[in-house]
């Protein structure tokens, strides 16, 4: 069995979380609530997270360091969750060089949509919205195609014991 612990903030990356853990019959837990479990009776830890300034999800970055401290030895991989096709190969080097070489990883799009922000993060997220419609751009969404492809890499390639 595989666990997946998500760190996403308006809901891009849990839906992408859930749509994993379906097609892989995972766990799923919500990284933000801290959990704290022993992970060791799992076959492999999936983290997902979200990209805001460029930059993976701060959480994701200090909760995987002490993860990494805990359980080095554990195989993990990662899915990426950002609106910026564009820059999908920077935010795949970035998760390569965090995770140990060979982790499976994916950049599997997102949505932008303001219904769960709040003050700047709202009115960037609007401006954003309103120059994609302005220049009749294709809206961000999740690539479920990429979510399923990644399930079937995650199935095949899973650690022997
Ligand atoms: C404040 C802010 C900054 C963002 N910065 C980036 C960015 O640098 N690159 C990118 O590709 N997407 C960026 N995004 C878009 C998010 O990565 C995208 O909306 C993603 O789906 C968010 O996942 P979530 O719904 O779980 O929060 C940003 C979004 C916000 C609100």
């Known amino acids: 069995m595989q666990l997946i612990i998500y760190f996403g903030t308006y809901g891009s990356t849990e839906e992408a979380a859930n749509k994993l853990a379906s097609f892989l019959k995972a766990d799923v837990l919500n990284g933000l609530t801290k959990p704290k479990i022993n992970v060791n009776n799992y076959e492999r830890v999936v983290f997902g997270y979200n990209i805001h300034g460029g930059k993976p999800n701060k959480s994701f970055l200090k909760y995987y360091k002490r993860f990494q401290r805990r359980y ?30 060979g982790s499976p990883l994916a950049f599997v799009g997102g949505r932008l949509d ?26 961000p969404k999740l690539d479920e195609e990429k979510l399923k492809d990644f399930s079937l890499e995650l199935k095949e390639k899973l650690p022997q014991f």
Do not use: E, T
């Open 72 to 101: 080095p030895k554990m195989p993990v991989a990662a899915f990426i969750v950002a609106a910026d096709g564009n820059r999908k190969g920077d935010y795949l080097s970035q998760a390569a060089q965090l995770l140990p070489a």
């Open 114 to 139: 303001s219904i769960n922000a709040k003050g700047l993060s709202k009115v960037i997220i609007d401006n954003c919205l309103k120059a994609f419609k302005s220049n009749d751009l294709p809206l």
